[in-house]
Every structure is written in C-alpha cells, then in structure tokens.
C-alpha cells in the first residue's frame, strides 16, 4: 500500500544494455521479474560508471534499488508529466503555399 509520503524501498538484480554506434545510442534496464516501474518511482542502479567505445555494445548485470513513489510524488509527476507532454504538440499549421 502506498501513503501520502513515504514509500517502499527494495533492492533487486537487473540487465543492463549500452550501445554506441551510428546506427544506436541506447542505455536500457530491464528489472528482474518484470517488476513494473510508475510514474515517480525511482530506480538506482549500483556499481561502477561505465565507459563504451564508439562502435561498441556491451550487456551486464547488476543490482538496483527501486524507491517508489508516494501518492503526492506520483500525483504531482503525472500532473508535470501533462505539461510536458503538451510541448511536443506545439505544432504549426501554416500552408505549405504562401
């Protein structure tokens, strides 16, 4: 159950890919389990920085710490998120033909 302000804090394993290439530049992380990331959760992963070479891909393990969001953090996100996406939509529709 999430409150107001706090929230579950738990630790799992994840995969990691990076890629650096013409073609891609990427860096994904797929949690253990499927576990479904909301909107203000927060996902920490640990180790050392990584450094990949142009031209190069590379895949690892590691462990992470998932801290999800309280019901305001997530209310507030989604609330921002609304904003933010109505950026993208500021589109013009002046003819082709002047």
Known sequence: MTSLFSSQKFD???RIEIEQS???FH????LDGDIPIYPGDRVRVHGAPVTVAFGEKVSFDRNATVQRAGLI???WTKFAGY???AELYEVSFTPGRL
């Open 12 to 14: 799992t394993s994840c």
């Open 22 to 24: 013409h073609e891609h």
């Open 27 to 30: 860096a994904h992380v797929e």
């Open 73 to 75: 953090r997530r209310a």
């Open 83 to 85: 904003f933010e996406m």
